[in-house]
């Protein structure tokens, strides 16, 4: 079992890599994709600050969720 706020803390800093060594790496590929994707529709939308408050939070429901996992 892999320790949970580890998890938390690298799937902050990339979306998916918590969710994988967590376990489930499917899941962890689809949040990396989403990140990237969310991040290239927002830079595009909204070109200002608040494009890296959505990356963010998205960052941080990430982690939140690799914590859930890693528990």
């Given at each position: 079992?892999?320790?949970?706020?580890?998890?938390?803390?690298?799937?902050?800093l990339?979306p998916?890599?918590?969710?994988?060594?967590?376990?489930?790496?499917?899941?962890?590929?689809?949040?990396?994709?989403?990140?990237?994707?969310?991040?290239?529709?927002?830079?595009?939308?909204?070109?200002?600050?608040?494009?890296?408050?959505?990356?963010?939070?998205?960052?941080?429901?990430?982690?939140?969720?690799?914590?859930?996992?890693?528990?």
């Amino acid at each position: 079992m892999v320790n949970a706020i580890l998890a938390a803390v690298l799937s902050f800093l990339i979306p998916g890599l918590g969710q994988a060594i967590a376990g489930d790496i499917k899941k962890g590929i689809i949040f990396f994709v989403i990140a990237i994707v969310l991040a290239g529709i927002a830079s595009l939308i909204f070109r200002t600050w608040f494009a890296g408050i959505v990356n963010l939070l998205y960052s941080l429901f990430a982690a939140y969720d690799a914590y859930q996992m890693a528990q």
